[in-house]
């Protein structure tokens, strides 16, 4: 019988919150991740109908931002390269909202590939995002990350 030369890891390389893709989801003063949200499947989305057609449509609505997150690898190890964000509009209340789909798959393929694109946040959001990068696993990830990435979110 031939034996396979099969090899496993016990841990993966990167931060299971931030492998290939991950979400940041800015709720308010509340900042967190949720992976769920790259099906659509965030906890902010969940029994939501985004059936509105505009932002407009949604009158009691409050403004969510996705930021699209990718790691890459740099001498000292990983650091933020991807970071890309959209914005949903969701009333809480009606459990009504609005997101364009087209946009968030965009922002996902950018931040895919190294691109960083956060015009879509404010200048309070953008804030709240780089404190929380920079304290993710204790800043680690943060130290690893370039300049220009860390400067677009200043």
């Known amino acids: 019988m031939e034996q396979l030369g099969i090899t496993g890891r016990s841990r993966h390389d990167t931060p299971d919150e931030f492998a290939t893709l991950s979400a940041v989801i800015i709720d308010g003063e509340e900042v967190f991740i949720d992976n769920g949200a790259i099906h659509g499947k965030s906890r902010v989305e969940r029994g939501i109908s985004f059936s509105a057609k505009s932002p407009d449509e949604v009158p009691g609505g409050i403004r969510i931002p996705v930021i699209w997150v990718t790691l890459r690898r740099t001498e000292g190890g990983f650091g933020y390269s991807g970071i ?16 364009s789909l087209p946009d968030q798959v965009n922002k996902m393929d950018a931040a895919m590939k190294g691109k960083v694109q956060v015009d879509a946040l404010t200048e309070k959001e953008k804030k709240l995002l780089s404190d929380f990068l920079r304290e993710f696993r204790g800043g680690e990830l943060w130290k690893n990350t370039d300049e220009n990435v860390k400067s677009s979110l200043s």
């Open 84 to 99: 890309c964000g959209s914005v949903l509009v969701i009333d809480k209340e009606a459990r009504t909202g609005y997101k």
